[in-house]
């Protein structure tokens, strides 16, 4: 909701109330020069007797009586008459008076009352008669020239006006009255109200008050373009506003320019930063809120809540989210506890995309230094959610989630921590490498999954972890009803769902059913999502040994690839641009092992230099240099490569079995050393049936016949419920 649209029509009423009629006649409003002291009580009590009349006749006889009292003009009687009534809250009556004073008229001598009589003096004393007396003669207005009493008077009553027409209603007809002010100010100062004029000048007073309630005045009329426009007019010059009334122009500006809904871009005659002006509404916002944190941290004005929520929303709609962190470690020291600071900054680093960096800030929140204050129940949340999305921080997530279990019983917070919990049991299971506890935290997994999802229905994500760790697990039909199950829940709209049926579908051997669902994701799908849905229908035909078909799908997703990078150069996008990059070398590797399988060596070879070219030191680059080796009989180059691999990523399965079956071509003396390999690889991925099945041929030549069938035999299985690519 805007900001300034938020406030009520009580807010058009004047910051001050508007003086008595007693003080009024003590001040010198007189035209002619004459003190309004004079008066007496008994006039003030006709003045005020007379201004509660309110027809016509009436209103002139009170005008009449005023004019008498005070010795002012017909103008200026008026202007106390409509004033009085705008006080005692008769605003029709206030309008019916105003609409009396020729302000068209008196707008040119009111421009030049301020143009002569606002000049400044210079702070520093004449020190000679001649310097004084030049002083003097620069400060000589002519006798015609309004006073600026008067003028003060006259803009108090256009800004009433403007008032009263704002509480019947009449917002845009305000406006238009209250933009008066600013052009016949504007007419005399057009480039600034200079530094010198007294403080006691009323005149000013009245101007920033119209400059202030013109865009409000604006927005209540649903003119969004007029009221940026009034902001930026009040902001473009020096006015001689004051720091805190400055800063709230230039905030509300700011909440404007972000939830107005309107885009405006500068005009020209303020693009005065060249290249560097602000693009869009965001940009501009965010310089404006810059600003104000500056003058904030520089003791200019008061830290401001507002300010920080404006800033956060603009950063983050704009993904600059290190930068949102730095301006939330500028606050000052005791704006926030140290608990919610480091959960802020958590928040902006995860966003980021540094996971490691927000989950060290989250452990100092549940370290020793914060045990004796109150829990933060929102930063072990997550935190743990953080830990759900890597398995190398599986058990930190588990601690982080039990921690929450042990402190609430909130439902909600309940079934967050339960799917963290199956997530991460799950996650730990895959990098377990006992198998006694490998099946108990997978066990553990389910169990949890089934009560957040028991707990939780209408819960797509809960159903998808669902849906892959049963998959996983190889509990194929299951997995797949959880998989249909959360499609229907996301209306189809999600790629990950896709891509999980997909998977299933092909464990099961059900390809054409996996075709059948990738023809309707690439139609579904918008065409960021179509680039890896591509991949996945060419592996499907890798898997149906349909080579031609899959070349023309990879030729048509380096195309669509290299349009998406052309338009990434325009748009920069970080994680994008990773996620391209790392799906473009698939590509190529996915490109040479199908030249590799039909033995075109030097097409092979480009592939392979392709995807090294992008990342050399790609573990599955390496990798795939070795496979490429091994398909010559070049033995030793190809266990170089994959030892590189090695070298690179310790736990790469596929080159731990490639070696191992490297090994088992040298020479007998080797089967011991490729044993190992392949247990290793069985410890990190026990479902490899590649594993499985060369570990039974090594038994088979050491002559453990009933060994060797037994990995055959676990070989076939797993293979038959093997899916064209990791379910993870």
């Known amino acids: 909701m805007l900001c300034p649209c938020s406030s009520s029509v009580e807010e058009l009423k004047m910051d001050e109330i508007p003086e008595s009629p007693q003080s009024l006649a003590t001040r010198d409003f007189s035209a002619s020069g004459v003190s309004s002291s004079r008066t007496t009580t008994t006039t003030t009590t006709n003045w005020e007797s007379s201004c509660k009349l309110n027809d016509s006749h009436q209103v002139d006889e009170a005008e009449s009586t005023l004019k008498e009292a005070l010795s002012l003009n017909y103008e200026e009687a008026r202007a106390l008459l409509g004033r009085l009534e705008y006080q005692r809250g008769n605003y029709h009556a206030a309008l019916q008076v105003f609409q009396g004073i020729d302000i068209k008229g008196l707008s040119p001598r009111m421009s030049l009352a301020i143009l002569h009589r606002t000049t400044t003096t210079s702070t520093a004393q004449p020190t000679t008669r001649n310097a004084k007396a030049k002083s003097l003669s620069r400060l000589v207005v002519p006798s015609t020239v309004m006073y600026l009493h008067s003028v003060s008077l006259f803009l108090e009553a256009i800004l009433l006006k403007a008032k009263s027409l704002a509480h019947l209603h009449l917002f845009k007809e305000a406006a238009k009255e209250c933009k008066v002010i600013l052009d016949i100010v504007e007419s005399a100062k057009p480039h ?21 309630l013109l865009p409000k005045l604006w927005i209540k009329a649903g003119c969004l373009d007029e009221a940026i426009a009034a902001y930026r007019r009040a902001l473009v010059r020096p006015w001689n506003l004051d720091p805190v009334r400055l800063a709230s122009i230039q905030k ?30 965001t940009e501009e916002a965010i310089l404006l809120l810059v600003i104000l944190m500056k003058k904030v941290a520089c003791g200019e004005i008061l830290w401001d809540e507002e300010i920080m929520e404006h800033l956060g929303y603009a950063l983050s709609v704009s993904e600059q989210f290190e930068l949102l962190a730095n301006h939330v470690e500028l606050a000052l020291p005791g704006t926030y506890n140290r608990a919610e600071r480091w959960y802020l900054l ?39 959610k953080l830990c759900s999305q890597d398995p190398n921080h599986s058990h930190d997530g588990i601690k982080f989630a039990r921690k929450i279990l042990d402190l609430t019983n909130n439902n909600h917070f309940t079934i967050e921590v339960h799917k963290f919990l199956g997530i991460c049991y799950g996650n730990a299971a895959r990098i377990s490498i006992v198998d006694s506890e490998r099946a108990f935290l997978q066990k553990e997994s389910i169990t949890f999954l089934n009560s957040a999802s028991l707990k939780g229905r209408d819960d797509p994500d809960v159903i998808f972890s669902q849906g892959l760790e049963n998959a996983v697990q190889r509990n194929l039909d299951v997995a797949f009803n959880y998989a249909m199950m959360y499609s229907d829940m996301v209306a189809g709209s999600s790629t990950k769902g896709y891509k999980l049926l997909t998977t299933i579908a092909s464990a099961q051997q059900r390809f054409k059913d996996a075709e059948t669902i990738i023809e309707f994701a690439l139609h579904e799908s918008g065409k960021k999502d179509q680039l890896e849905i591509l991949r996945l229908k060419a592996v499907l035909q890798i898997a149906q040994e349909q080579p031609k078909q899959a070349i023309e799908t990879y030729r048509l997703l380096l195309t669509l690839m290299q349009s998406h990078r052309e338009q990434q150069d325009i748009n920069f996008d970080r994680e994008a641009i990773i996620k391209d990059r790392d ?69 790469y399965v596929p080159s731990m079995v490639s070696v191992a079956e490297v090994l088992m071509k040298c020479s007998s003396e080797s089967l011991p050393i490729a044993r190992s390999f392949l247990m290793n690889a069985l410890r990190l991925e026990p479902t490899n049936h590649q594993a499985w099945m060369n570990l039974g041929l090594i038994s088979k030549r050491e002559g453990s016949l009933q060994q060797a069938a037994d990995f055959f035999q676990a070989a076939a299985e797993l293979k038959l419920s093997a899916p064209v690519e990791s379910f993870v």
């Open 192 to 212: 600034g109200m200079p530094q010198g004029i007294g403080e006691v000048c009323k005149m000013l007073e009245m101007f920033h008050k119209a400059l202030e």
């Open 583 to 651: 799906l473009e070398i698939a590509a190529w590797q996915d490109l040479a092992k199908i030249y590799t399988d039909l033995g075109v060596w030097p097409d092979a070879k480009i592939c392979v230099e392709k995807a090294k070219s992008i990342e050399f030191f790609s573990p599955s680059g390496w990798h795939a240099t070795g496979i490429l080796f091994e398909a010559q009989s070049l033995h030793k180059e190809a266990q170089i490569s994959f030892l590189n691999t090695l070298s690179i990523e310790p736990d």
């Open 346 to 384: 958590a928040l902006c680093y995860s966003a980021a995309g540094q996971n490691d960096v927000a989950l060290n800030l989250l452990k100092k929140i549940a370290g020793p230094s914060e045990a004796k204050h109150k829990p933060h129940i929102p930063s072990f949340l997550l935190a743990a």
């Open 252 to 281: 509300e500006l700011a909440a404007t320019l972000l939830y107005g809904g309107v885009e405006t871009s500068i005009p020209p005659h303020l693009q005065m930063w060249g290249p560097t002006t602000p693009r869009s509404n």
